[in-house]
């Protein structure tokens, strides 16, 4: 009969193996382009993401989109070429849990004014991740009203 | 009893405890903005006066900047009211353009012009198109804040009012133009740039035609007025920060100095620029004139201080 300390020890090296397998991390990358501009003050884009699984991989493509509007700029829109944010230390050296909160409370989804089915465009076996494309429509100036409110954004003017 | 009055006074002070403080309490400071007028270039043998009635185009366009800087929540000085009030006021005395122009200025207060204009390009098969370029400038210092030019595809169409908003909103491959998003967004990187580096104006320092004595008189305490002025400006400009300046006969002219926007955290005028210069200068004496102080008159017109040495 197994002793229960063979169990244990097996059970200890299992979980072991399972925390110390590193965490896989997405870089931040424009993969964010303009399809259209459906209403005024609305954009809309095509972005990509990637997740262990499909549903993250949505997510994180949603994410992207406005990260890219927020910190990068859509060099494919004129009007949104140049970040919004203009400078994202500076904003976290006030308020160094806006961004992260924006996101991790899903807040930006009451700017999601429209969006379509996602499409799985690659699919990888080591790490399993998936890469997709997701099309939204973001209401970026209802967005820049938000951020303005917050002080992460200069009103118009000096 | 006692006691009673003592219960209502301690909880007044409980349901109350901070009216002291409101009442001392720091209101914040609304930063001043400038005001922007938005106008139509008037071309040579155009009268600005009815540009705007005149051509559906450029009305278009002035409407459109107008929208964009609303939806960015900020209003316009409208340029049609002020044209019509000016000239109610009889402050239009001229017929050149360019005077109609500064006088306009000067009446309606505004820092900050957006000239649109609108050219028609027009072909013989018909297909037509519209060129716009939209340019924001400082009314005063001729401080270019922003420029935008784009044209409309062709089409066969005599719709010039639609051509223009194909300029202000065109796929050019595979990139959205979006003229005027892109300008209002070149203005605020603007004033950001002026929040950081100071509001620039413009200042002249004249004599007056009375005045006994001219820019190389000797100063009681060795230098030359000239000098004093340089000197003065090059310590009070905001970050050491102006145009260096420039003698046009009995004038010395700095066509920018950079004054900051606020100062020990309340909003900073030209006029209290003005008012430090005056000061400053009341103080100093002449060696001709031992006994007397400088006389000066600091008259602010918009973003220029003018200051006549009497």
């Known amino acids: 009969m197994i002793s229960i300390k063979y169990w244990f020890g097996l059970l200890c090296v299992i979980l072991l193996f399972f925390n110390c397998r590193s965490k896989i991390v997405y870089q931040d990358n424009a ?62 050296k006030i308020k160094p849990t806006l961004f992260s909160d924006f996101f991790a409370t899903n807040e930006y989804e009451r700017f999601i004014a429209g969006q379509s089915d996602v499409s799985v465009t690659g699919q990888y076996k080591r790490p399993r991740s998936f890469r997709v ?6 209401n970026y100036e209802q967005l820049r009203k938000h951020f303005e409110r917050n002080g992460a954004v200069k009103k118009f003017g000096y | 009893m006692r006691i009673f009055l003592v219960l209502l006074i301690g909880s007044a002070c409980c349901l109350f405890p901070n009216l002291n403080l409101l009442a001392q309490a720091e209101r914040e400071v609304v930063q001043m903005q400038p005001m922007i007028m938005v106008i139509p270039f008037a071309k040579e043998g155009e009268n600005i ?59 309606s207060g505004a820092d900050i012009y957006t000239e649109v204009e609108a050219y028609y390009e027009e072909s013989p098969d018909g297909k ?3 060129r716009i370029i939209l340019k924001g400038f400082d009314a005063f210092t001729g401080q270019a804040l922003g420029s935008k030019t784009g044209s409309s595809p062709k089409f066969i169409t005599a719709d010039f009012s639609k051509l223009a908003e194909k300029a202000l909103e065109r796929r050019e491959g595979n990139v959205q133009v979006d003229m005027i998003e892109e300008f209002l967004n070149v203005m605020q990187s603007n004033f950001i740039e002026i929040n950081e580096i100071g509001r620039a104006i413009k200042v002249m320092f004249v004599l007056d035609q009375n005045a006994e004595y001219d820019f190389d008189a000797e100063t009681a305490d060795g230098s030359i007025l ?65 006994d007397a102080k400088l006389n000066l008159a600091v008259e602010v017109r918009g973003g220029t201080l003018y200051v006549t040495f009497k």
């Open chain 1, 31 to 92: 993969e964010t382009i303009f399809n259209d501009k459906p209403a005024p003050g609305v954009v809309s884009v095509t972005s990509v993401g990637y997740g262990s699984t499909v549903e993250l991989a949505e997510t994180d493509a949603i994410q992207r989109a406005f990260k890219n509007i927020l910190f990068q700029g859509v060099p494919s829109y004129t009007g949104l070429k140049d970040p919004m944010i203009y400078d994202r230390t500076e904003v976290e």
């Open chain 1, 133 to 138: 494309k997701k099309s939204l429509s973001i």
């Open chain 2, 49 to 107: 006066r009815t540009v705007l009635e005149d051509d559906i185009v450029r009305r278009v366009v002035v409407t459109k900047v107008q929208e964009g800087f609303d939806t960015r929540g900020f209003t316009t000085v409208d340029f049609l009211a002020k044209l019509k009030a000016a000239e109610l006021d009889g402050i239009i005395t001229s017929n050149d353009q360019s005077d109609i122009k500064s006088q306009l200025a000067e009446y």
């Open chain 2, 128 to 130: 037509n198109a519209v």
């Open chain 2, 226 to 290: 000239e000098y004093k002025i340089e000197d003065w400006i090059d310590e009070n400009a905001y970050l050491n920060n102006y145009s260096p300046a420039k003698t046009i006969g009995p004038r010395i002219l700095f066509d920018q100095v950079r004054i900051p926007l606020r100062e020990e955290g309340r909003n900073y005028t030209p006029n209290k620029f003005g008012r430090e210069l005056r000061r400053a200068f009341s103080n100093v004496k002449l060696t001709e004139f031992p």
